[in-house]
């Protein structure tokens, strides 16, 4: 695949490639061999993902002292943001220590700050990553959790938008409505627990919680995609480089946030370990690895197999109370989830991948071979 | 497309035109020319199908004194198989009539006997749908009317099933996905209406209960998909000599059904208006046209698109009762009528369908054409 150009070998017609249309060259090099090594780490990546998600309610309910959280909400992110950095030092340390003789040195001055050049945009999702921290919290006052959840929801479908605009992907009609039917699959399961008082869409009135609702399903939606956007497009870049930039922006923006709340409410907010015990400690360490977890997503995989592996989690989830708590599985749930697989079939399936790929990169020729493989009666 | 034989004009093969694999030559060659009279024709059975299934539910409470029929359930089914009759003479008559000269006299004996010849299949779905409508008001005492809707929506399966057994039809994955999507969809709609009291599944729990859940979904279904088959399987027979002859099996085994009841019941269910009202009537006028408009959809359209038409119709039902009743439309019937709409454009779009007819007819040629389509990169 040498400068972009491809051939056909039907109508031997040069085409510009792929790669050429996507953001970065060296991702698609490694994107265009997609080894068994790759799917491995897929497979790595959901399964990581189900069990950090799994245990995330359990830590959450175990953190809440008579049903409240006793320390700043803001506190958590920055301290989740510490320590994300300090893995990726430890581990850039690790790295460095094993690089062969002869390759660019990983902490010299120059890579740094050529790499902190190259990777400045970082900033724009940790900004974002960091105000929806905060918001997540905030909703929680605005609405009740059903409907939060609920909401959440719809980020599928601005995730995916946003990917077709920044990230120039391609989904076939079949795979949106695959993303349709994830959202749909997710709200049928979440159905029950909506409680009596909600209005037939579930959904709030006033206009404020209308402004509210939009901020808080496209902020982490963005803040999603342009990590992947940044990630991908300074692809040869060490990840836990480009993690170490990411979260360094993350803990300032936190660390910022924190000295506004000192400002308004006094510098008691300051002091960021009030109110913490072992199992916040344990809180802050799974959102750390949930973090790290979804830039390794990011960058060698996408945001959307990020989106059907915490489905894939929350269905385990159920599952797993079900046998454990004896739980009775709900009508709900058993349809749910099979929306939820269908959806998941649908949307990875070559059927709608081929086709999509066919009307992204081969838009000429594969009329022309249409035309060509028409059947005339005669 | 003379003795179905077609060509690839990409690799020039011979091939068995898609015809053969099929039922009917003359369906086939009525199929291949798909106009837009076609389509017309389409939208009117959909359409007017919405409008007698529209009309069911407020009939048959009509029908109803204090919450029960006073009337047998068999002798509703046996006019009304006398009203289809009657309406198949009636159009016979016309068409007779309208005759241009020269053409093979429609009513003569000889036409008569050799059309009773050849149709004679279509006793079978006649006896199905006997013991069907027998059956419909039989479940209803064994399972609540809830129950039973949720039980019928599995028909759909069997359908297609049995289409493909059948009627040899070939489906792609997606459209299966599709079909399950349309029952899922239905379910989420029915969902609310399910009493507390069931089991986590809706369904019943007695063994005999599923013995009855079996046939109940599986003889409607095979009536269905027969009936398609006998009246394609003889496409040149007009379609009221064909309904003459359906009707006729139909108001025969329904009569034989009052023979056996007044046998066991005594001679008082022998007269068959006993108990009938004015919306009875009404009621037995509405199932005619129905099971008239039906062989429309099974000789011109098919059982999937019936199936389809129906679900179309309920929605509109549906919405009808919210805008004229002011009823408040459930999340469960917004999300249910999504997947349903899904389905639909997924059944239907020719993304499904080409790959389909590609799997069916154009085995070898088409993985060939792939192959040689496949982009080489240098």
């Known amino acids: 695949m040498n400068n972009g150009m491809i051939e056909c070998s039907v109508c031997h017609s040069k085409l510009v490639s792929p790669a050429s249309k996507t953001i970065s060259r060296a991702y698609d090099r490694h994107k265009s061999r997609i080894t068994s090594k790759q799917r491995v780490l897929n497979i790595l990546l959901v399964g990581g993902d189900c069990m950090l998600v799994g245990f995330q309610p359990i830590l959450v309910y175990m953190s809440k002292v008579d049903g409240k959280f006793n320390f700043s909400p803001i506190s958590v992110n920055f301290l989740t943001e510490i320590t994300k950095v300090f893995f990726a030092i430890v581990m850039l340390l690790i790295q460095a220590r094993n690089q062969k003789v002869g390759e660019k040195p990983l902490l010299s001055i120059s890579t740094l700050t050529q790499a902190a050049r190259n990777n400045v945009l970082l900033a724009v999702p940790a900004f974002l990553y960091a105000i929806n921290n905060y918001l997540k919290f905030v909703m929680q006052l605005y609405f009740n959790p059903a409907t939060v959840k609920m909401l959440s929801n719809l980020k599928v479908l601005v995730i995916a938008l946003l990917l077709k605009v920044v990230m120039k992907r391609k989904f076939s009609i079949i795979q949106w409505e695959a993303l349709a039917l994830l959202l749909i699959g997710i709200s049928v399961n979440q159905l029950r627990s909506l409680p009596e008082g909600t209005t037939a869409l579930g959904l709030p009135v006033t206009m404020g919680a209308y402004v509210y609702t939009f901020i808080f399903v496209t902020v982490p939606s963005m803040a999603s995609v342009y990590n992947e956007y940044a990630l991908k497009s300074q692809y040869d870049t060490s990840i836990y480089l480009q993690n170490l930039f990411l979260y360094g922006y993350g803990a300032m923006f936190n660390f910022l946030g924190i000295v506004v ?75 749910g989830i099979s929306i939820v697989f269908i959806s998941m079939h649908q949307f990875f399936s070559p059927l709608a991948k081929v086709r999509d790929e066919q009307n992204g990169v081969l838009e000429l020729p594969e009329v022309q071979d249409k035309q060509r493989c028409e059947i005339i009666a005669y």
Chains 1, 2 share one sequence.
């Open 261 to 335: 709340s000192a400002i308004v409410k006094g510098p008691s907010s300051f002091d960021i370990l009030e109110g913490h015990s072992k199992a916040t400690m344990l809180l802050i360490a799974n959102n750390a690895a949930q973090g790290i977890l979804s830039s390794f997503f990011f960058k060698y995989a996408d945001t959307i197999l990020k989106k059907y592996s915490s489905t894939v989690a929350t269905i385990f989830t159920g599952i797993a109370s079900a046998v454990l708590f004896g739980h009775k599985l709900t009508m709900n749930f058993l349809i």
